[in-house]
T-cell receptor
Framework: EAQVTQNPRYLITVTGKKLTVTCSQN?????MSWYRQDPGLGLRQIYY???????DKGDVPEGYKVSRKEKRNFPLILESPSPNQTSLYFC???????????????FGPGTRLTVL | DQQVKQNSPSLSVQEGRISILNCDYT??????FLWYKKYPAEGPTFLIS?????DKNEDGRFTVFLNKSAKHLSLHIVPSQPGDSAVYFC??????????????FGKGTKLSVKP
């Protein structure tokens, strides 16, 4: 089944404790992206990757890191989480980074993170 | 500054009637627009899209209209069903220039379809 998977689905942690949220897709997609969803703010892009070893900042990259060493994986790293990073996080992928028919992004189920 | 705006946070419609969700954008470079639907505890799922070379795209009960001169698009759901109750996100992207392919999302409209 074609899908985007994220782990963990739920995480409660404390300020300053490094964590990684994994994202994997099995559709051979070039483009992957991370978003956070907050009440009243919609979906905001954190980082994106157009292909292996190519990553760039989105709208709200502060406090986050990413890497794209393999095509299928795009982990989100919080080196020193803070309470303002409490949010619902979504990973997404699409066939290509070019706008057009193939630009529909497929989303993972989400990771709810709470930083105390 | 918000480039994609959904000014109605919520909409309530009776089953069987038409639901109209609106979206405005400010960046004239956007040339591809998408609607996503999101249920609680799930990721957004793609619903329908439209290229800027068209003014209408239809898929079953869902139709998206694009008015480029007004920088406005709308999603029509006819007839509305209780299972359509979800949050709907409008998104826009550009083919050329910086950040090509990235989706810019609106804040979403929560649709409630009452039986």
């Amino acid at each position: 089944e074609a899908q985007v998977t994220q782990n963990p689905r739920y995480l409660i942690t404390v300020t300053g404790k490094k964590l990684t949220v994994t994202c994997s897709q099995n559709m051979n997609h070039e483009y992957m992206s991370w978003y956070r969803q907050d009440p009243g703010l919609g979906l905001r892009q954190i980082y994106y990757s157009m292909n292996v070893e190519v990553t760039d900042k989105g709208d709200v990259p502060e406090g986050y890191k990413v890497s794209r060493k393999e095509k299928r994986n795009f982990p989100l790293i919080l080196e020193s989480p803070s309470p303002n990073q409490t949010s619902l996080y979504f990973c997404a992928s699409s066939l290509s980074f070019l706008a057009g028919v193939s630009n529909e992004q497929f989303f993972g189920p989400g990771t709810r993170l709470t930083v105390l | 500054d918000q480039q994609v705006k959904q000014n109605s946070p919520s909409l309530s419609v009776q089953e069987g009637r038409i639901s109209i969700l609106n979206c405005d954008y400010t960046n004239s470079m956007f040339d591809y627009f998408l609607w996503y639907k999101k249920y609680p505890a799930e990721g957004p799922t793609f619903l329908i899209s439209i290229s800027s070379i068209k003014d209408k795209n239809e898929d079953g009960r869902f139709t998206v209209f694009l008015n480029k001169s007004a920088k406005h698009l709308s999603l029509h759901i006819v007839p509305s069903q209780p299972g359509d109750s979800a949050v709907y996100f409008c998104a826009a992207s550009r083919t050329y220039g910086g950040s090509q392919g990235n989706l810019i999302f609106g804040k979403g409209t929560k649709l409630s379809v009452k039986p």
